[in-house]
């Protein structure tokens, strides 16, 4: 009986690791066909259609394995088999089985498929948000199928010999794992994707830092519409660094220059620019303008000065706070990046973290020393999700 259940354990996860991996191919193997917004070439399309066919052939024969997997257990549970004994021949199968994953996996040299295509146009949105959901699907696959073979192997009725054969699977899992992700890295690199990629994210880079250096140095500052913040938050640093930043989203957002309030900061009395290079040039004071408290837009955009509260207790909500990205930048920014949103919060971090030349000179000393710069990171408050 003991013999019998780790038999139908060995058969469930047998299943559920070939039917996984077979899913994570298949996958891996349609996104060669998601063609750019000029379309694929004939002789590519073609070339799809053979792998298509390979594929197929082969998933037939890891069926035809499976149903061999099952023949053996029922076989060694019928003629009363060692327990030693079947596993000995289920690991034979398990490494047929593996052989074919690897061949699948690494034999298949999809560089070479389009290596003598025409370079590529800008890739479409579509293409390159199914590469990203791709990639992601492996490893999340990946993490659940590993995850799964875990608890079993720790399933007080699993045996010894199982949980070495389950050691051998994820081991060899590992390897197909790595193997695919290494493929969809050359994926997104290949036909001048690599280089498409590296000067787009350059180009909007550039784009969203003139723009904001443009907003916080108007030609006329008397004049200009104004958003005063005031960084003395009761907090630490990287609380601190969220608030202004969002001061500054909504002040790209509303169109007006930001006016930053530090005096008396905690980390430096003399107030931000002790450490950063200023957020203007030509535009650091607010005083005796016309003023009113945060508000919906149609109140305040009368008044030259509009006056931050923290923002944690902000109301009404302005529409420019994360996880919000410009219209106009959109699709750009969600073809290029995974996480359009973050990408864009960075933008004001890199406007507001230029160092003065003392830190950046303590900076680059201490990268020269040691190798590396450790800088402060952390998510959202809890409570601000």
Request: include cysteine; hydrophobic fraction near 35%; charge should be negative.
């Amino acid at each position: 009986m003991h013999c019998r259940d780790n038999m139908r354990i060995s058969t469930r996860w047998i299943v559920l690791v070939v039917v996984a991996w077979l899913l994570i191919v298949y996958l891996f193997s349609s996104v060669y066909q998601s063609g750019d917004d000029g379309g694929a070439t004939y002789e590519r399309v073609r070339l799809a259609l053979v792998e298509l066919d390979t594929l197929h052939k082969q998933s037939e024969e890891l069926s035809s394995f499976i149903h061999e997997i099952r023949d053996k257990l029922n076989s060694a549970d019928k003629e009363g088999l060692s327990l030693d004994n079947a596993h000995k021949d289920l690991d034979k199968s398990i490494y047929r089985v593996n052989e074919e994953l690897r061949n699948l996996a690494v034999g298949k040299d999809f560089a070479k498929i389009t290596e003598d295509a025409a370079p590529a146009a800008v890739p479409s949105k579509a293409y390159e948000q199914l590469r990203r959901r791709v990639q992601n699907g492996v490893t999340e696959l990946w993490f659940y199928v590993r995850a799964e073979l875990d608890k079993i192997s720790k399933h007080p009725e699993t045996g010894t010999a199982a949980k070495t054969t389950l050691a051998n699977v994820l081991s060899n899992g590992a390897l197909q794992q790595n193997t695919i992700i290494n493929d969809l890295d050359m994926l997104a690199d290949i036909e001048g994707r690599k280089e498409w990629r590296e000067k787009e994210a350059q180009e909007l880079s550039d784009l969203v830092q003139a723009r904001i250096h443009k907003l916080q140095n108007p030609k006329d500052c008397q004049e200009a519409k104004k958003l005063m913040c005031d960084l003395n938050k009761g907090c630490g640093y990287g609380c601190q660094l969220h608030h202004l930043v969002y001061c500054l989203m909504v002040a790209y957002g509303t169109q007006r220059t930001l006016i930053l309030n530090s005096r008396g900061w905690r980390y430096s009395k003399e107030g931000w620019e002790k450490v950063f290079l200023p957020i203007s040039d030509t535009c650091s004071s607010g005083t005796g303008l016309n003023s009113i408290k945060w508000g919906d837009e149609e109140s305040i955009k009368d008044y030259n000065k509009v006056v931050m509260p923290i923002i944690d207790s902000i109301k009404p909500r302005p529409p420019y706070l994360p996880l919000s990205i410009p219209e106009d930048l959109s699709e750009r920014l969600m073809r290029l990046h995974g996480n359009p949103s973050a990408w864009w919060i960075g933008q004001f971090v890199n406007f507001l973290t230029k160092p003065q030349p003392e830190l950046a000179e303590d900076i680059e000393k201490n990268t020269e020393e040691n190798g590396i710069f450790v800088s402060h990171c952390r998510n959202s408050h809890p409570k601000n999700g």
